[in-house]
């Protein structure tokens, strides 16, 4: 995820935006102004983005000073120019309670803004690193649209004013929204790293004229979906402005391909990853923490494998941990540029030549790319991709219109490799696979459930793989040890993993199992079907219970007609090959995809190898305590050991 968001609070959260994020995170000098202090860190000015600007007399793209940023975003929600309306009314004879009132803009609040990032894909701000002049400034231009656009669909789709009593009603913000947008050029690293902080106020004005605080808790949950719309949005207007295509690259096994320009070396990317290096070997240290820790008895204070809500909170740890101190010196663009390529032709171990003309590599990437795979988007087939990667990748099988929004923009990017789309065409492939292929299980006791946007949905098929009570969590081994530990070497680990991955426990990752559950359904339905007419909306009516992999699906319900009949040779079979490989023939973006009968075959022999892994792990553990004492079963394991997981915020929920 390329867009991460942030809470502003008014206080000391708010000054450390102002002495360090607005200056680049850098150090800002006590008593320097803003402009000042930003041309010596070698940062543009922040500029003013939304359409709520023109309700406060601002326009787009105008300075951002420090009086404007201290009054909306550090006095509670106070109007940016506060100071001058107060000022005025006084001197046209208002009392001072009066003129404090006319730059209030409603009720003063806590959490005065939310702070969006936006970073393209490595390989983005790469090229614009190692580029010429222009295609510095097209890659800049792209980064600034993807963005107006990310921050008019939040305007227009996202945001919401919550008001009267416990907040019951909730209106969209009929002028927009206000924000502060900074760019920075590096990381704490000091490896180029593009990115822009988008201060968002909180404030919003409804239809009445007064104003109210927009509901943040919404604003978390459509991260994912805003983040997906960004990378698109930003790929495509590279990719057709200078001629390139992306594909896909698989970062973690197991794991979402990431979408990168073709052409762009892999080495160059590792470079640019000095910080993914440090957290993920402190992460493999503290998940080897987790699944040996005990309490004062000894018991296991955690499950006796890493989940992925684990993971995801010692990830964050990590970060802080491995977070390196602010950067010293300020350089100019130019400087920066220069030392960035002198620093990758002599470190990164990609040739000279290559970092120098990465352009022409790529164009030449893309020409071979674009001659081979036809982008073409098929709604029925996405809409199948979309529902069955939801559906398996979400606990349950029950999501939100939202999840069905991002994985969409996923697809869409993964099937067009850069090329410009229709505005709705992501929202076409949502609503064909809410009307296709998903069933509304809503039971709406507030006015919130009743929104379109938080109906509850689930797929018209039912896994039984994933059982509803896992095992209880075992005392783990004490008598292992980390191999950094042991007093010996440490085993050689396989290509491709961090330090411990290979002996810690984990629970397998549900994206090959999607990508099991997409191909299966979509044959299915091709095969089934009475048409086979590309692009029209499948007839399930008859298939609700559609044929997907016994081991990710529940068995078909009995036929009464056909009862008596025993089961036919090979029916336990996953996939019927032979069926997929004319699949693929009809397809024309089946290379962007990649499913092929042997990726299949390896997506499975994974998923079952790492699943029986996890299992001995437990049965093991299980054994050896049940000698002991017994332990009750829980229905949700997370939830049975939820108080104890790590992180400075426990039985805090982090939004989607």
């Given at each position: 995820?390329?867009?991460?968001i942030?809470?502003?609070?008014?206080?000391?959260?708010?000054?450390?935006?102002?002495?360090?994020?607005?200056?680049?995170?850098?150090?800002?000098?006590?008593?320097?102004?803003?402009?000042?202090?930003?041309?010596?860190?070698?940062?543009?000015?922040?500029?003013?983005?939304?359409?709520?600007?023109?309700?406060?007399?601002?326009?787009?793209?105008?300075e951002?000073?420090?009086?404007?940023?201290r009054?909306?975003?550090?006095e509670?929600?106070?109007?940016?120019?506060?100071?001058?309306?107060?000022?005025d009314r006084?001197?046209?004879?208002?009392?001072?309670?009066?003129?404090?009132?006319?730059?209030?803009?409603?009720?003063?609040?806590?959490?005065?803004?939310?702070?969006?990032?936006?970073?393209?894909?490595?390989?983005?701000?790469?090229?614009?690193a190692f580029?010429?002049?222009?295609?510095?400034?097209?890659?800049?231009?792209?980064?600034?649209?993807?963005?107006?656009?990310?921050?008019?669909?939040?305007e227009?789709e996202?945001?919401?004013?919550r008001?009267?009593?416990?907040?019951?009603?909730?209106?969209?913000?009929?002028?927009?929204?206000?924000?502060?947008?900074?760019?920075?050029?590096?990381?704490?690293?000091?490896?180029?790293?593009?990115?822009?902080?988008?201060?968002?106020?909180?404030?919003?004005?409804?239809l009445?004229?007064?104003?109210?605080?927009?509901?943040?808790?919404?604003?978390?949950?459509n991260?994912?979906?805003a983040s997906?719309?960004?990378?698109?949005?930003?790929?495509?207007?590279?990719?057709?402005?200078?001629?390139l295509?992306?594909?896909?690259r698989?970062?973690?096994?197991?794991r979402?391909?990431?979408?990168?320009?073709?052409?762009?070396?892999?080495?160059?990317?590792?470079?640019?990853?000095?910080?993914?290096?440090?957290?993920?070997?402190?992460?493999?240290?503290?998940?080897?923490?987790?699944?040996?820790?005990?309490?004062?008895?000894g018991?296991?204070?955690?499950?006796?494998?890493?989940?992925?809500?684990?993971?995801a909170?010692?990830?964050?740890?990590?970060?802080?941990?491995?977070?390196?101190p602010?950067?010293?010196?300020?350089?100019?663009?130019g400087?920066?540029?220069?030392?960035?390529?002198?620093?990758?032709i002599?470190?990164?171990?990609?040739?000279?030549?290559?970092?120098?003309?990465?352009?022409?590599?790529?164009?030449a990437?893309?020409?071979?790319?674009?001659?081979?795979?036809?982008?073409?988007?098929?709604?029925?087939?996405?809409?199948?991709?979309?529902?069955?990667?939801?559906?398996?990748?979400n606990?349950?099988?029950?999501?939100?219109?939202?999840h069905?929004?991002?994985?969409?923009?996923?697809?869409?990017a993964?099937?067009?490799r850069?090329?410009?789309r229709?505005?709705?065409?992501?929202?076409?492939?949502?609503?064909?696979?809410?009307?296709?292929?998903?069933?509304?299980?809503?039971?709406?006791?507030?006015?919130?459930g009743?929104?379109?946007?938080?109906?509850?949905?689930?797929?018209?098929?039912?896994?039984?793989?994933?059982?509803?009570?896992?095992?209880?969590?075992?005392?783990?081994?004490?008598?292992?040890?980390?191999?950094?530990?042991?007093?010996?070497?440490?085993?050689?680990?396989?290509?491709?993993?961090?330090?411990?991955?290979?002996?810690?426990?984990?629970?397998?990752?549900?994206?090959?199992?999607?990508?099991?559950?997409?191909?299966?359904?979509?044959?299915?339905?091709?095969?089934t079907?009475?048409?086979?007419v590309?692009?029209?909306?499948?007839?399930?009516?008859?298939?609700?219970?559609?044929?997907?992999?016994?081991?990710?699906?529940?068995?078909e319900?009995?036929?009464?007609?056909?009862?008596?009949?025993?089961?036919?040779p090979?029916r336990?079979e996953?996939?019927?090959?032979?069926?997929?490989?004319?699949?693929?023939?009809?397809?024309?973006?089946?290379e962007?995809?990649?499913?092929?009968?042997?990726?299949?075959?390896?997506?499975?022999?994974?998923?079952?190898?790492?699943?029986?892994?996890?299992?001995?792990?437990?049965?093991?553990?299980?054994?050896?305590?049940?000698?002991?004492?017994?332990h009750?079963?829980?229905?949700?394991?997370?939830?049975?050991?939820?108080?104890?997981?790590?992180?400075?915020?426990?039985?805090?929920?982090?939004?989607?």
């Amino acid at each position: 995820m390329t867009v991460d968001i942030r809470v502003i609070r008014a206080g000391q959260m708010y000054r450390y935006y102002l002495r360090e994020t607005v200056v680049g995170d850098g150090r800002r000098p006590a008593r320097t102004p803003l402009r000042a202090a930003q041309e010596q860190a070698g940062v543009p000015a922040g500029r003013w983005m939304g359409r709520g600007l023109a309700a406060l007399g601002l326009a787009p793209g105008e300075e951002v000073t420090e009086a404007q940023l201290r009054n909306l975003f550090g006095e509670r929600g106070r109007h940016p120019d506060a100071d001058r309306i107060e000022a005025d009314r006084l001197a046209h004879g208002a009392s001072p309670k009066e003129a404090y009132r006319a730059g209030a803009l409603g009720r003063r609040v806590t959490v005065t803004g939310v702070d969006f990032v936006f970073r393209p894909q490595p390989s983005i701000y790469l090229l614009w690193a190692f580029g010429d002049e222009e295609t510095r400034l097209v890659i800049e231009a792209a980064h600034e649209y993807a963005i107006v656009r990310a921050l008019e669909w939040i305007e227009d789709e996202v945001a919401v004013i919550r008001y009267g009593t416990r907040g019951t009603y909730r209106v969209r913000p009929p002028g927009g929204l206000v924000a502060a947008r900074f760019r920075h050029y590096e990381a704490r690293s000091g490896r180029p790293l593009l990115h822009d902080h988008l201060l968002l106020s909180v404030k919003g004005q409804r239809l009445d004229g007064k104003w109210g605080s927009i509901h943040t808790t919404a604003l978390y949950e459509n991260t994912v979906a805003a983040s997906a719309l960004y990378n698109e949005l930003v790929a495509s207007e590279v990719c057709e402005e200078l001629g390139l295509a992306t594909e896909p690259r698989t970062v973690t096994p197991g794991r979402r391909p990431v979408m990168e320009i073709a052409g762009v070396p892999h080495g160059l990317i590792r470079w640019t990853a000095q910080r993914s290096d440090q957290i993920a070997a402190c992460l493999s240290e503290l998940e080897y923490e987790y699944v040996t820790a005990v309490d004062d008895d000894g018991e296991p204070r955690f499950l006796p494998v890493v989940s992925e809500r684990a993971r995801a909170k010692l990830n964050t740890i990590a970060a802080r941990k491995t977070c390196p101190p602010k950067k010293g010196k300020a350089r100019s663009l130019g400087q920066l540029r220069a030392d960035w390529r002198a620093s990758a032709i002599r470190t990164s171990g990609v040739p000279g030549d290559v970092t120098s003309s990465l352009l022409d590599y790529a164009r030449a990437a893309a020409a071979a790319i674009r001659a081979r795979v036809a982008a073409v988007v098929d709604i029925a087939l996405a809409a199948v991709d979309v529902t069955a990667t939801v559906f398996v990748m979400n606990n349950g099988g029950r999501f939100h219109r939202r999840h069905l929004l991002a994985e969409a923009r996923r697809h869409l990017a993964l099937v067009l490799r850069g090329q410009r789309r229709d505005p709705g065409l992501d929202d076409q492939v949502v609503a064909a696979a809410i009307t296709t292929h998903c069933v509304d299980i809503s039971e709406p006791t507030t006015v919130r459930g009743l929104e379109a946007g938080y109906r509850l949905y689930t797929a018209r098929w039912s896994l039984s793989d994933l059982p509803a009570r896992r095992r209880p969590p075992a005392a783990p081994d004490l008598e292992r040890r980390s191999p950094a530990d042991s007093g010996e070497p440490p085993a050689p680990r396989p290509p491709g993993q961090d330090a411990g991955e290979w002996e810690i426990p984990r629970i397998p990752l549900p994206y090959d199992r999607a990508v099991l559950a997409g191909a299966a359904v979509r044959e299915q339905l091709r095969t089934t079907t009475a048409t086979a007419v590309r692009g029209r909306a499948y007839d399930v009516v008859a298939h609700q219970q559609a044929a997907m992999p016994e081991q990710l699906l529940a068995p078909e319900p009995a036929d009464p007609e056909h009862d008596d009949q025993k089961d036919k040779p090979g029916r336990r079979e996953a996939l019927d090959l032979t069926a997929l490989r004319a699949l693929r023939d009809s397809r024309t973006d089946v290379e962007a995809l990649d499913l092929t009968a042997e990726r299949l075959r390896h997506l499975q022999d994974a998923f079952t190898a790492a699943a029986d892994r996890a299992h001995t792990t437990m049965d093991r553990s299980k054994l050896r305590d049940d000698a002991e004492m017994p332990h009750p079963a829980h229905g949700d394991d997370q939830q049975a050991h939820r108080p104890q997981e790590p992180g400075p915020h426990r039985g805090r929920e982090t939004g989607h």
